[in-house]
């Protein structure tokens, strides 16, 4: 059962894709801005390392009112290394500890930024999901509540009117029925028309051929622009049927023209002489709108078309086919549902 056509959501897949190349994005921002701290920082504890030290003393006396006579001089030790400047290593102290405090507060800063981006992306994805799966369930709703409250045409049987199926003096055969409709659904159903042809499949395609015919007589009518009831729910001159009403006023004629015929027909021997068997297949659908539809709706049917068996002592076979050129009466022409189904409904 198909139900009305609705215009297909965004996909999802997407959205997720673009919020996990920014979560990969930040990841590689972030490292890069790492690596590049830690190149700075080294780059600045090598330079620190390599200022000279003030080793200025006067630990050297000038010899003044040196005699003539040569002076002899006795180092018993080194002069002692001259202590860094305590007041400048306290600076650099402080500021290395402000500089690792300042880089510990940037990782940590960057980490939750990381973290908080990561936690906006999954959440907005979820959120996206959330409404895409509201949505199916108001879509879902309104389906049911259509289906409850929409009209169904249902095919009750179809009369075979006189003078049944006959043969005409040029080789074609016709046949005229009269369908019988219910409407078993709780809306009027407008535009309603019955749409009907009878086919001869061969045999050895016989459920590919039939059902293909049913699809070209009954897809383009579905294909046909929906037209839109302005200001009343009923337009006049259309064809209505009402709630439980039953609608079986209608007659339609349908032919088989002689090329058909004689195409179709399977060459049997009956009482030593030769005549033609026809097995034909009637095949349609019943269309019909309401007021509120944008699409039509269609009830199919297929039925073989056989004659009823009078010989006596042949309780096996009730139906047999048509003789080409032997006219069948209404009473003895029979429908029955045709194997290959054809049967629809939406």
Not at 96 to 103: M, P, V
Request: glycine share 6%.
């Amino acid at each position: 059962m198909a139900t009305e056509k609705e215009p297909s959501s965004s996909p999802q897949k997407p959205s997720m894709l673009h919020g996990l190349l920014g979560i990969l994005f930040s990841v590689s921002a972030f490292v890069v801005w790492l690596w590049s701290r830690k190149g700075s920082i080294e780059q600045h504890d090598s330079q620190d390392a390599a200022l000279p030290q003030d080793t200025t003393s006067n630990t050297t006396e000038r010899c003044q009112n040196l005699s003539s006579s040569p002076l002899r001089v006795v180092i018993d030790s080194a002069p002692p290394t001259p202590t860094p400047n305590k007041e400048r290593e306290t600076r650099e102290d402080e500021k290395n500890r402000r500089d690792k405090k300042r880089f510990v507060a940037e990782v940590t800063v960057a980490f939750l930024l990381f973290v908080y981006t990561t936690f906006a992306g999954w959440q907005g994805c979820e959120m996206r999901k959330a409404a895409t799966a509201a949505k199916k369930q108001t879509e879902t709703a309104v389906r049911q509540l259509e289906m409850i409250d929409r009209p169904w045409l249902k095919l009750q049987g179809i009369a075979i009117n006189d003078p049944g199926f006959t043969f005409s003096p040029d080789g074609a055969a016709h046949l005229s029925v009269r369908p019988i409709l219910k409407n078993i659904g709780h809306s009027v159903a407008t535009n309603v028309t019955f749409n009907a042809k009878m086919v001869i499949p061969a045999p050895s395609n016989f459920p590919v051929i039939a059902e293909q015919e049913q699809k070209n007589l009954c897809e383009p009518i579905n294909n046909a622009p929906v037209a839109v009831h302005r200001g009343y729910a009923v337009a006049s001159g259309e064809t209505v049927i009402f709630p439980d009403d039953v609608e079986q006023s209608w007659s339609y004629g349908l032919d088989l023209k002689k090329d058909e015929v004689e195409k179709g027909q399977e060459i049997v021997q009956i009482s030593g002489k030769q005549k033609g068997i026809l097995a034909p297949l009637l095949v349609g659908c019943i269309d019909y709108l309401y007021p509120s539809s944008s699409i039509h709706h269609q009830t199919g049917f297929a039925y073989d078309i056989r004659r009823l068996n009078r010989q006596t002592g042949t309780p096996q076979f009730p139906s047999l086919g048509i003789i080409v050129g032997s006219n069948v009466a209404s009473s003895d022409v029979m429908l029955l549902k045709s194997f290959f189904s054809g049967f629809y409904a939406y």
